[in-house]
């Protein structure tokens, strides 16, 4: 990789997969300038059925990575880690910004008293999202419901034709449970895996006010790159490096799919066993 020039230097954005796209691509529509670093834990994915310890173990094997790649900011694109920031934020020697937070924040905006919340089994049982979105607005109602199988099955199946059908009735099922169960017309997407399918999830479910957190995150991380004097000079283009521990053909083809421009690489990282 070539060398970074001082406020140039890259923001980190880690996920378990391929679920921090759905930022990444934010970051290139919000912030053209920045230079990017990607880690897709490819191999492990998906984390959200893993406990609390596990999960550590494999975020920290990334962090060690980005430590590495002299980051300016470190984005924890996936919800399932972020509920964990406390346990390792000390680490990094850059500001981390985490995705609930900025779910929380683009929730506490809306007006609608009752939300929902889709995320993995482990983010719904660590009662992140709840307890971040009433911190902000006391007067929120949220309903959380954990998938058991959606971010494994967006992983795998995105843009693969044989897997649509599987795909789409596993979206079907999910989201029937707060929409037709709890009748719940807006609903937080609390995994990062889960806006790459958006537009099956509004054929699916027409009426459904869908919140993404990746803008208010990346309206985040602009913020304080502005604040610290941080952010990439302006009118350059930023290019965006990607390594995973799964395979990097498929990372490259989905990172196309999603619309993710200026690659400059893809490559593959050795993963560590949880
Ligand atoms: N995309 C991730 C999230 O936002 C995690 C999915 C998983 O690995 O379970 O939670």
């Known amino acids: 990789m070539e060398p970074f020039v001082t406020n140039g230097r890259p923001i980190g954005v880690i996920d378990s997969g ?87 924040q683009a929730a506490a905006r809306v007006p609608q008293r009752r939300i929902g919340v889709v995320s993995t089994c482990f983010t719904h049982s660590t009662g992140c999202y709840p307890r971040a979105i009433r911190e902000l607005a006391p007067e929120k109602e949220v309903v959380s419901y954990g998938c058991a199988n959606l971010a494994r099955l967006v992983e795998t199946r995105l843009g693969v034709p044989e897997g649509q059908r599987e795909l789409t009735e596993e979206l079907r099922q999910d989201f029937m449970h707060l929409v037709t169960g709890e009748k719940i017309d807006t609903c937080l997407l609390g995994c990062t895996h889960f806006p790459l399918v958006e537009d099956q999830i509004r054929t699916l479910y027409p009426g459904l006010e869908l919140l993404d957190p990746a803008r208010e995150m990346v309206r985040m991380a602009g913020e304080r790159l502005g604040r610290e004097g941080l952010a990439a000079e302006a009118g350059r283009k930023g290019g965006l490096w990607i390594y995973t521990t799964g395979d990097p053909g498929d990372y490259r083809e989905k990172a196309r799919r999603v619309g993710l421009v200026h690659i400059r690489d893809v490559a593959h990282y050795p993963p560590k066993r949880p």
Not at 21 to 40: C, N, T
Not at 75 to 87: D, G, R, W, Y
């Open 18 to 104: 391929i679920g921090g796209f759905s930022v990444v691509k934010a970051v290139q529509q919000m912030l053209p300038g920045e230079d990017l670093v990607y880690f897709g834990d490819g191999a492990n994915t998906p984390y959200g059925n893993y406990d609390a310890c596990a999960i550590l173990n494999m975020t920290r094997y990334m962090l060690e990575f980005m430590r590495g790649q002299q980051i300016k900011l470190l984005l924890v694109a996936c919800n399932t880690i972020s509920c964990l920031i406390p346990e390792f934020e000390g680490e990094m020697d850059c500001p981390v910004l985490s995705v609930v937070q900025a779910g929380a």
